[in-house]
């Protein structure tokens, strides 16, 4: 009797271990997973805003003149989101604009670290439709960096962007998304 608890009991084993193996495998696989089937089959997570943040890096501080349509207004929305349970507070100033595309603007949002320690933390920025993403260029932001924030520490950062003359006439509402990350730990 012994002798068949044993194999059972080694059986069992070897499966706990397949078990173990197999979910730290799906674990290791998940982002890569993710990004096959949300972004490339599903199109749910587009990676356009990590491209427009690279373009964006290389846009500072350089202003293309646009020839300013008048007559014209589109409606650019401001949304925020924090990431988990981070610490903080975060908001745009103004919920939206009306903007003339070829027009310069600048929008503050206004972020607060609401915990007792130094937070370091990034926003990300994504833009809705995504279609809009190429005809929407920001030339100073503060997603571009990290932002340091001391415990109770409010800060007031600008973004300065235009909306490009050549946007399709269809489009009369965009919605700029950032995300604030805290990645004090990855540091």
């Not at 271990?17 to 495998?25: C, I, S």
């Amino acid at each position: 009797m012994t002798e068949n608890l044993t194999k059972k009991n080694t059986k069992l084993l070897r499966i706990l271990v397949l078990v173990a193996v197999a979910m730290f495998g799906f674990g290791y696989a998940l982002v890569p997973l993710y990004n096959w089937v949300c972004v490339d089959l599903l199109g749910l997570k587009d990676r356009a805003d990590v491209v427009q943040s690279e373009a964006d890096k290389r846009a500072v501080g350089k202003e293309t003149v646009y020839t300013v349509n008048k007559d014209r207004e589109v409606v650019v929305e401001f949304e925020t989101i924090l990431n988990g349970a981070i610490p903080m507070t975060f908001r745009a100033q103004t919920q939206q604009i009306k903007v003339h595309p070829g027009q310069y603007y600048t929008m503050n949002f206004i972020a607060q670290n609401t915990g007792d320690k130094t937070l370091l933390a990034q926003a990300k920025p994504s833009l809705s439709p995504v279609a809009v993403t190429d005809f929407f260029q920001k030339t100073q932001c503060f997603c571009f960096i990290e932002q340091t924030f001391k415990p109770g520490e409010t800060k007031i950062m600008p973004i300065r962007f235009v909306v490009k003359p050549s946007l399709a006439p269809e489009y009369k509402k965009i919605t700029l998304l950032y995300t604030f990350f805290d990645i004090t730990d990855k540091n």
